[in-house]
């Protein structure tokens, strides 16, 4: 027993938000373990596991990877878990996930605490991403061969049709608060920080 409390932190927020640097520092601070699912899914795609070369054209295109792949996925990850204290960046992103990660969290007795929505408008998210591009290959890096700004706007379409009714979802729960997320990391941080009870 690691004697910890219980945390469980949803980012939710379109593609480029900045959700993957938020919940970064965020687990650092307050140790939590962050769960990227896109990091997972690229890292499978990196491997050229089964799984990778099922979903890479998925990913290539900016679609979402099925359901019944993510929902099994997380739920490995949390079914070794002590503590359950972790950052979700990038699940659920549709109802089912939702209502299917509510499921294992009611099992593990762990609920949702808290929901930040980090929104930014659309052209500054297709920027931002681009630009994401653009400064990894000028540092030699690998580029996500997601972040174009074709497939950022096929991204950016999917969330408003797919993961937009989350808010909803969350909000009716009590959970949701809206952050916004234009400004420095540093202060996008601090509203996030704000709104947690
Ligand atoms: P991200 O790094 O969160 O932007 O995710 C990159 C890509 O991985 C997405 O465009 C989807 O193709 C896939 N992906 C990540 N998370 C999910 C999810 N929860 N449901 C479905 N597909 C996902």
Same mark, same amino acid.
């Given at each position: ?8 932190? &949803?980012?939710?927020?379109?593609? $480029? ?11 650092? #601070?307050?140790?939590?373990?962050? &769960? ?6 690229? /890292?499978?795609?990196?491997? /050229?596991?089964?799984? $990778? ?13 099925? =359901? ?13 878990? /002590?503590? %359950?204290?972790? &950052?979700? /960046? $990038?699940? *659920? ?13 009611? #099992? ?21 991403? %681009? ?17 174009? #700004? ?10 408003? #049709?797919?993961?937009? *009714? ?19 990391? =540093?202060?996008?941080? $601090? ?7």
């Amino acid at each position: 027993m690691t004697g910890q409390k219980n945390k469980v932190v &949803i980012f939710l927020g379109p593609p $480029g938000a900045g959700k993957g640097t938020q919940a970064e520092r965020l687990a650092a #601070e307050q140790n939590l373990l962050k &769960i990227s699912t896109g990091d997972i899914l690229r /890292d499978h795609v990196a491997r /050229d596991t089964e799984l $990778g070369r099922q979903v890479k054209p998925i990913l290539d295109e900016g679609k979402l990877v099925p =359901d019944a792949i993510l929902i099994a996925l997380i739920r490995d990850r949390l079914a070794s878990m /002590d503590a %359950v204290r972790v &950052i979700f /960046d $990038g699940f *659920p992103r549709t109802l089912p996930q939702a209502e299917a990660l509510d499921v294992l969290l009611e #099992e593990l007795g762990a609920p949702a605490n808290a929901v930040p929505l980090l929104e930014v408008p659309d052209q500054v998210l297709v920027d931002r991403i %681009v630009e994401r591009g653009r400064q990894a290959a000028a540092r030699g890096e690998a580029v996500r061969s997601d972040d174009t #700004e074709e497939t950022a706007r096929k991204r950016q379409r999917v969330y408003h #049709e797919q993961t937009q *009714p989350l808010i909803d979802y969350y909000a009716a729960r009590g959970h949701l608060y809206r952050v916004d997320g234009v400004g420095t990391p =540093d202060e996008v941080y $601090g509203r996030i920080l704000a709104g947690m009870k």
